[in-house]
């Protein structure tokens, strides 16, 4: 049962261009959503994320969108950067009984992305 | 400034041996996750521990895998008498326990079983 769904394994975008990484997920108690970067060998780094009570996060030139209600959230890199080639991950983690975020992650499957000099 | 810190960063057992996998957490972090990730796929929750204390293990498998957090010391998962299906890339993370969706992970112990 994948709660969380990168549906496209990979993406080549031209330096200077727009990267546009999507993720949809399934389960509404999810509450708080964030994007990875990983490099071969090494373990994830977090880039940026958004709370369920946001629709939009932007950090330099990273921006998260999220739409609750076709449960679905977008990675934007404006411009792309060959140093951003990389496998992006998207992951969400549901609150708990008190309301807060809990911290057991569910990660998608990841995409692949390749930025042309 | 350390970050999370995994050792060994590559372990080679044979079936039937034992592995041990260590994480020392960021400072000032009191909560750690262990997270696998099988060839060709994400990352998987295995754990959530906090010092002496074991949060949620709703993602470890129900016999061979034990993890710990003691008091004084590094994290520990282990795994007894290995099988290929163990071989996999294993990471660790650590969070604030005010921030626990906010974690910073380790290199990761890519484990291969022979």
Same mark, same amino acid.
């Given at each position: 049962?994948?709660?969380? &769904? ?17 993720? !949809? ?12 970067? &990983? ?19 932007? !950090? ?10 076709? &449960? ?31 911290? &057991? ?13 | ?8 960063? *590559?372990?080679? +057992? ?14 000032? *972090?009191? *909560? ?8 060709? $796929? ?22 061979? @895998?034990?993890?710990? @957090?003691?008091? $004084? ?17 294993? @990471? ?9 969706? $906010?974690?910073? @992970?380790?290199?990761? =112990? +890519?484990? =291969?079983? =022979?």
């Amino acid at each position: 049962d994948q709660q969380v &769904k990168q549906n496209s394994p990979s993406l080549s975008v031209q330096e200077g261009r727009i990267s546009i990484l999507n993720c !949809d997920y399934t389960n509404s108690m999810f509450d708080y959503f964030l994007w990875y970067k &990983k490099y071969p060998a090494e373990g994830p780094t977090f880039l940026i994320s958004i709370s369920s009570i946001k629709d939009k996060n932007e !950090d330099g030139r990273f921006t998260v969108f999220l739409n609750k209600s076709a &449960k679905h959230l977008s990675l934007h890199i404006v411009p792309s950067q060959p140093g951003d080639s990389a496998v992006y991950f998207c992951a969400a983690t549901p609150a708990n009984a008190g309301g807060t975020s809990y911290g &057991k992650l569910t990660f998608g499957q990841g995409t692949i992305l390749t930025v042309h000099p | 400034n350390a970050g999370v810190m995994q050792n060994p960063r *590559h372990l080679v +057992r044979r079936r039937g041996q034992e592995a041990r996998l260590r994480c020392s957490p960021m400072k000032g *972090h009191s *909560h750690v996750y262990w997270y696998r990730q099988l060839p060709e $796929e994400g990352l998987k929750f295995m754990v959530y521990l906090q010092k002496e204390n074991i949060i949620d293990e709703s993602g470890m498998p129900k016999e061979r @895998f034990s993890a710990e @957090f003691p008091k $004084e010391g590094p994290s520990i998962l282990r795994i007894q008498q290995v099988v290929r299906g163990d071989s996999a890339a294993y @990471f660790c993370a650590s969070s604030r326990g005010d921030r626990p969706w $906010e974690q910073y @992970f380790g290199p990761g =112990t +890519r484990l =291969t079983v =022979t």
